[in-house]
């Protein structure tokens, strides 16, 4: 990865590809133009490029989008809402041969917008794992619905079970539902208890705001994995992760520096 100089204390970021500390990024609409330069700028820190809801029925010229994401090494998929859209009208088969068409590796499986029997989503992540590598999304959409923690853990667990990667944590692009509380602080308690049973590095946390990815990376480290980030976030995402932005600037020095920086600014605000 680009380093134009050398410091001490930064923490390691695997080159890709990534198993850990993937970034995911929400592709809403970009044009040709705009996709080639968000690559130039930023092909190194972002894994996957999700089109986002259903903008890959519409996005014009969509196959040489994807064409220059996998030729920077960004997966392309469509979201999960894509998914759904087909399930809702009886298009499973459809999906297959939709993915096929664009000779995409990489899917997405939610229930975030319908109901969909668990077993039943087990099932599809099952079939679509047998020839390509797929991500399922577990939360709601839907404020309205709470899912118990017991609930996220089994459903989570089983997933991976039935062969997903990774398994998505709801935060939405509003970043105000699943694992976050409506005014978008994480959900502490739940996450406790989902990372209590489920391992951290299979879970791809939806954290579109920045005191969100913060959080993660205060809790996690730099190899959090983050989705739902903004094409014009994913390098400030970066310095975020190797302690280069305010927020994060104490979490990667040893502690005894970190404790005298501190010391003297308490010195210097007392004087």
């Given at each position: ?211 969100q990815q913060v959080w993660f990376i205060r809790l996690f480290g ?24 305010g927020d994060t600037f104490f979490e990667f020095l040893p502690e ?16």
């Amino acid at each position: 990865m680009t380093r134009n100089f050398d410091l001490p204390y930064i923490p390691e970021r695997a080159a890709k590809a990534r198993k850990s500390g993937v970034t995911m990024m929400m592709d809403k609409g970009m044009s040709v133009t705009e996709t080639a330069a968000f690559i130039e700028g930023n092909h190194e820190y972002t894994d996957l490029a999700k089109f986002g809801f259903g903008t890959s029925m519409i996005t014009p010229n969509l196959k040489e989008k994807i064409k220059l994401y996998k030729e920077a090494g960004i997966r392309p998929y469509f979201g999960g809402t894509m998914f759904e859209i087909f399930l809702a009208r009886n298009k499973f088969n459809e999906y297959r041969k939709l993915l096929d068409k664009y000779d995409l590796d990489l899917c997405e499986v939610s229930d975030g917008s319908i109901i969909i029997p668990h077993d039943k989503k087990l099932e599809y992540i099952s079939k679509l794992a047998k020839d390509r590598t797929v991500l399922s999304e577990v939360g709601s959409k839907d404020a309205g619905i709470i899912i118990s923690p017991a609930k996220w853990i089994k459903m989570m667990s089983t997933e991976l079970q039935a062969g997903s990667w990774k398994v998505i944590a709801e935060g939405r692009e509003s970043g105000n539902v699943g694992v976050f509380r409506p005014n978008g602080n994480a959900h502490t308690y739940l996450i406790n208890k989902i990372i209590a049973k489920v391992d951290p590095a299979s879970i791809l946390w939806e954290a579109p705001k920045k005191t969100q990815q913060v959080w993660f990376i205060r809790l996690f480290g730099a190899n959090v994995n983050l989705g739902n980030i903004a094409p014009n976030e994913v390098i400030s995402l970066e310095t975020l992760r190797l302690g280069l932005r305010g927020d994060t600037f104490f979490e990667f020095l040893p502690e005894e520096i970190g404790a005298e920086l501190k010391q003297n600014q308490s010195d210097e605000t007392e004087e």
